[in-house]
Nanobody, 114 residues
Framework: VQLVESGGGLVQPGGSLRLSCVASGFTFSNSDMRWYRQAPMKEREWVAYIQNTGGRPTYADSVKGRFTISRDNAKNIVYLQMNSLKAEDTGVYYC????????WGQGTQVTVSS
């Protein structure tokens, strides 16, 4: 199983980024997917969830209305569109697959700062 995130970077408050996570080594279309993030000196927290079919997107209250999770099962990619970014969104973002156990990517850094 391999998960490779990309798309992070430095953005000003109010800006947007789209994160991507390319999955391999398992049947992506059978797996629900999640995004998590970890801010400096804080524990990793769940951000968003999407069912294997693309249904039932669910979000943490802190990102609801600003972030959108989606997936392309033909390409084995899960996305996280992040709009109206705030300083408190800064952190390393990880995609996650739970297949018998948790699998994580290496993460992509998002920094929101003026």
């Amino acid at each position: 199983v391999q998960l490779v995130e990309s798309g992070g970077g430095l953005v000003q408050p109010g800006g947007s980024l789209r994160l991507s996570c390319v999955a391999s080594g398992f049947t992506f279309s059978n797996s629900d997917m999640r995004w998590y993030r970890q801010a400096p000196m804080k524990e990793r927290e769940w951000v968003a969830y999407i069912q294997n079919t693309g249904g039932r997107p669910t979000y943490a209250d802190s990102v609801k209305g600003r972030f959108t999770i989606s997936r392309d099962n033909a390409k084995n990619i899960v996305y996280l569109q992040m709009n109206s970014l705030k300083a408190e969104d800064t952190g390393v973002y990880y995609c996650n697959a739970q297949i018998a156990r948790n699998y994580w990517g290496q993460g992509t850094q998002v920094t929101v700062s003026s």
